[in-house]
C-alpha cells in the first residue's frame, strides 16, 4: 500500500516510517520538522535500502496537502502530527489546539476532497481522563483530560466518529499509546527531541551522556509504592508494529465501517524510580536525580488492557524492559548530540 506519514520525521513517526517499509509499503512523509529533522529519514533508508519521499509541510496548509494528495494515489493515511507535551499545552493551549484540532480537520478534508477513507490516528491513553478505572479499557467513555494536549486527542477522537457517522465510506483507527520509550535495535533511530525533553527517557539519556546535570523526577508523594508516578511504557518499535497492524487490519477486512479503538501497552504499570534503576543497570552510568514538584497535569498511575489490540490485530508488546533500556543506551551513547551531530 501507499501510505501518507504525517509527522513522519519524529520520535514515533520514523520508528513506524521503517516498520511499514520492511513490510514493504510505500512511504511518503509530510511534516514540517518543528520538532524533528531528515536526518533519521536518511537514516530509514540506509537500514532498508529503501526510498522515502519527504515533503515539508504544515497540516494547516490546505494548498501544501492539496499539492501532496494531488501527486499521489494514497491507500491511508497515519496521522502523527501533533504537540505532544502535556506540560506545555498547560501554558500554550491555544498552539495546541490549533496544531492537534484544527490541523487533523485540515488534513480530513483534504482526504475527504481527494478520496481517501483509510485513516489512523495517533491517539493517547490520556483520552481516558483523570477519573477512569485502571487498567483502562476501549470500552470505557471517553474522559475528561487533566491537560489541554489530552482534551486535543479526545475531541480529534470526537471530529472521527462524527465524520464516520456523516460519511459511511470512512474507516478510521485511534491507537491510544500509553508511554513509548526506546530506540530501534541498531542504534541509529531514535528520540531526539529539540530543546529541553519533556520525556523521561531521552532526559535521563541526556544525563547519562553528560549532556544535563540531572533528572528531576516530578513529585515522589504520589499514591504509590515508592511515591512516583506509575507508567506503561512500551517499546517504540512494538508501537511502530502496532500502526502496521492495525493498516493491515483494515487492508484485510473491507466491509469494515467506522471508528475503533486500540489501546497499545504491555498491561503493567512501571515507576519512575524503577525506570532509573533498570535504565543505570543497562547502561552502567549512575543517573543523578533529585524529587521535584509534581508537574501540572500528571496523573499518578494508569497502564493498559491491551487485550482487544491482541484479539482484533493480532499485536502483542513483544519487547521487555530490559530491552527498552539497553536500546534507549544504545541509540544515545552512540549518537550523544542526537541527529545533531549530522
Known amino acids: ?33 518543528c520538532n524533528a529533522s531528515e536526518v533519521p529519514l536518511a537514516r530509514i533508508e540506509e537500514i532498508t535500502g529503501k526510498h522515502i519521499e519527504s515533503v515539508r509541510g504544515d497540516i494547516r ?13 494514497f491507500d491511508a493515511v497515519i ?11 498547560t501554558q500554550k493551549p491555544l498552539a495546541y489546539y490549533q496544531t492537534n484540532v484544527h490541523g487533523s480537520v485540515c488534513l480530513l478534508e483534504a482526504m475527504q476532497r481527494h478520496q481517501v477513507t483509510d485513516f489512523i490516528f495517533s491517539s493517547s491513553a490520556t483520552v481516558y481522563g483523570e477519573l477512569a478505572i485502571v487498567p483502562y479499557l476501549e470500552s470505557m467513555p471517553l474522559g475528561s483530560p487533566s491537560s489541554p494536549y489530552g482534551a486535543t486527542k479526545v475531541m480529534v477522537e470526537r471530529i472521527m466518529a462524527d465524520y464516520a457517522a456523516a460519511n459511511p465510506e470512512f474507516r478510521g483507527v485511534s491507537l491510544r499509546y500509553f508511554n513509548p520509550i526506546g530506540a530501534h535495535e541498531s542504534g541509529n533511530l531514535g528520540e531526539d527531541p529539540k530543546g529541553i525533553p519533556n520525556n523521561l ?8 551522556v553528560g549532556r544535563r546535570a540531572h533528572l528531576s523526577v516530578f513529585g515522589g508523594d504520589y499514591p504509590t509504592q515508592d511515591g512516583t508516578c506509575l507508567r506503561d511504557y512500551l517499546h517504540v518499535m512494538d508501537l511502530a508494529e502496532g500502526h502496521t497492524a492495525a493498516l493491515n487490519w483494515l487492508a484485510d ?5 467506522g471508528i475503533e479503538a486500540f489501546n497499545l501497552g504491555t498491561g503493567q504499570g512501571v515507576s519512575v524510580l524503577d525506570i532509573i534503576a533498570a535504565f543505570e543497570q543497562a547502561s552502567g552510568v549512575p543517573v543523578p536525580y533529585e524529587i521535584a514538584p509534581r508537574r501540572a497535569g500528571d496523573l499518578a498511575a494508569f497502564w493498559a488492557n491491551a487485550d482487544k489490540a491482541s484479539t482484533v490485530l493480532g499485536w502483542q508488546a513483544k519487547r521487555n524492559l530490559t530491552q527498552m533500556m539497553q536500546d534507549t543506551w544504545r541509540w544515545q551513547s552512540q549518537n550523544p548530540s542526537g541527529y545533531s551531530e549530522e
Open 253 to 257: 477486512h473491507p466491509l469494515q465501517r
Open 201 to 208: 527517557l531521552p532526559y535521563l539519556a541526556q544525563v547519562a
Open 1 to 33: 500500500m501507499k501510505v501518507l506519514v504525517t509527522g513522519g520525521a519524529g520520535y514515533i513517526g520514523s520508528h513506524t516510517v521503517l516498520a511499514l517499509l520492511q513490510q514493504d509499503h510505500q512511504v511518503v512523509v509530510f511534516d514540517n520538522l
Open 79 to 89: 496521522h502523527f502530527a501533533a504537540l505532544k507535551a502535556v506540560g506545555e499545552s
Open 61 to 73: 496548509d490546505e494548498a501544501a496537502l492539496d499539492a501532496v494528495f494531488e501527486a499521489h494515489q
